[in-house]
């Protein structure tokens, strides 16, 4: 068992990592390490006794406490907020005891309680000792007879060793350009990344890396992700005694709940790690932990997918989609999956969201006759679906008006003239669940696409269980629910998950979905960048990349199809315009391509140049037994002449000897990665290497 306990003090244990709390003099629960692990348990610091230095800065301040409440003396960011009934403001938490246990995971509860109040709360703490990460989370239990009011409760406070001297890296963008990598000096005061948006959000990713001096290869890193797909946040506070602090948790921003007599509330988990060995490393941990222990299908490689929304937007019809699956076919594509348009009255966006079943004039015979021709090409076939949304111009909408999100006072406001149902309620659970598992149960689908395609406005809930502000948890806690349970009933399903492109992207949702849709942006060198970003922290295989028509006249078909080959290969252009040339440069890519998929979808990835920070990028996937690599190198555009820069492999054997691709003899791995490579490219041009170890 990877924790140590003793009645005052904690210490868990991953393989390389330690970490460890106590109580201190005072009784406060205090951070005392988290850094590499130590040889003995007693090794670990004993927790700090602060002394009282002025009345502006008494001793709560500079201790380093685990989980703090708002109370007392306390003017940071705390972990909780509580009112009363009585109205008080004020939470005084004590330690009373703490509990383990040893399955699946090892985990360590400590239990605490208010000093008044029958309020109880659990700290979690689960060790996944292999992945050097830990998941941590609260419960609150209302254990009193009147009601308590939560207005703030983060998941976990992370503390770093003690300094001020921090650089923060964060991930921020916007719909069609997601995943910009920043990374920045922390300085006193509070940095917070959040989404307000009901979903994770495009704009800020609900990740980060805190370090001091790291590269991709080398320096120590403590980094973490949050597993929610709702509003979230992070805030990185440094105070004025140079403690750096990450708090990350459920948005408290317009959140509050009230928990009754005898209910529990459970807050998403909140999961970090710290490596030695650069950012490089940490995703590397986040991929396997994401890999194995959380995809519903792990260890099933993904199949070469095409999706026709480029090709035919709205346009659908079984004519039209059996045309471009014949063609999908012949360049070795194993799924072919229909997106929008295909449903009851869908021939814009102006309408059909919330009828979920096929339109009669395109599909007069249901999905049934596409659905027989797509299998009869040997391809499994896969469906596009927006199940939270309705467009006012719905049957659904005019039966049930009061099933959206709104203020009854206010307007609603449309975006892509749709508006969002409140998974919130159970009657609108109940419709999802029971329409979808008619289209599953009726016809043979391999795959769904569920999307999501505006942001939250107006978040009224009249009838809301409790308090209305409630519906920013209770949404996500009722699309997880109908998530799970069609997985449930239809557990061969591979689902994507899409919001207009990477807008829910999250360890939440891979609980039900293997795959996520990245970006609507498509532009091959725009999409290098993007797809850099997402890697850090999510695998290669989770990446869903399509090759488009997208910047067709600029960038070549092959460095379209290369760049989209580093993830899980999908085509998504108009196959009805693409030459004989163009069909058999794809055929070939694909053949390719699913020859080294298993090492791209299940290798160790190593980020070698980056494309956010230079034209001319290379990124390799390592075999897990080192025993086979991929190299991918892009040039984008630079002035000539040009000196293209050395490429160090990296996750070699250094004594194994390999052949590379095009360069004569074999070197040692050491050889490959200290000496390097030069991989000449012109503009535009992209190559893909494979690398072999010979001994
Ligand atoms: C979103 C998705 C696209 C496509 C359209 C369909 O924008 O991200 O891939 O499915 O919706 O309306």
Known sequence: MPIHTSPKSWVIETKNTGYAVGLNEAGLLTHRYWRARLPFAADYPAPVNPLERSSFDMPQHYTPEEYPGYSALRYFDPALKITFADGTRDLVL????????????????????????????????????????????????????????IERAFSAKWTLPHGDDYFFSHMFGRHNNEYNMKREVLTPGLKTIESRRLTTSHHHTPWFAIDR?????????????????????????????ASTRISVGLNDWDFAWKLNPAETFVTPESISG??????????RLMH???????????????????????????????????????????????????????FHNRNLDNAGLGDWFPDKAKFPNGLGGLIKNVNALGMDFGLWVEPEMVNPDSDLYRAHPDWVIHFPSRARTEARRQLILNLGRTDVQEYIISVLTTILSENNIQFIKWDMNR???????????????????????????????????????????????????????LHFADQIWISDNTEATARLSIQEGFSQFLPA?????????????????????????????????NLNEWDQADRELAAHCIRLYKEIRPIIQFGDQYRLISPQKSMFSAVLYVSKDQSEAVLFVFRVYLSDPTNL???????????????????????????????????????????????????
């Open 213 to 241: 001096n790291a590269t991709e290869d080398s320096g120590e890193v403590w980094f973490g992700t949050f597993a929610w797909s709702g509003n979230w946040k992070i805030t990185a506070e440094v105070t004025e005694f």
């Open 455 to 509: 942001n939250v406005s107006e978040p009224g809930w009249r009838d809301a269980p409790g308090d209305a502000r409630e519906l920013w948890v209770r949404y996500v806690q009722g699309l997880y629910h109908v998530w799970g349970t069609l997985r449930e009933r239809f557990p061969n399903v591979i689902w994507q998950s899409c919001s207009g492109g990477g807008g829910r992207a999250d360890f939440g949702i």
């Open 288 to 342: 396997d932990y994401v890999r194995n222990i959380l995809l519903p299908h792990k260890n099933q490689l993904h199949k070469v997918l095409y999706n026709s929304w480029e090709a035919t937007l709205f346009d659908v019809d079984e004519i039209s989609q059996s045309k471009l699956a014949e063609v999908a076919a012949g360049m070795g594509i194993e799924l072919f999956v229909m997106d929008d348009g295909w």
């Open 541 to 573: 295989n989770t990446m869903e990349a399509w090759v488009t028509d997208w910047g067709r006249n600029v960038v070549p078909l092959e460095f379209r199809f290369h760049v989209s080959m580093c993830g899980s290969l999908g085509v998504g252009g």
């Open 645 to 695: 820069p050395m490429i160090h492999l990296r996750g070699l054997n250094p004594t194994a000897l390999y052949e590379v691709d095009g360069y004569s003899g074999p070197r040692s791995g050491a050889s490959w990665m200290e000496a390097g490579l030069r991989v000449e490219l012109k503009n535009l041009q992209s190559k893909i290497l494979k690398i072999k170890q010979v001994e």
């Open 274 to 283: 710290y490596v030695k060995d650069g950012f490089g490393a940490a995703s």
């Open 94 to 149: 004590r330690y009373v005891d703490f509990s383990t246990s040893a399955s699946p995971y090892p985990e360590l509860a400590l239990h605490l309680k208010d000093e008044v109040y029958p309020l109880r709360v659990t700290l979690h703490y689960r060790v996944h000792e292999e992945y050097d990460l830990i998941a941590r989370w609260v419960t609150l239990e209302n254990l009193g007879d009147e009601p308590v009011l």
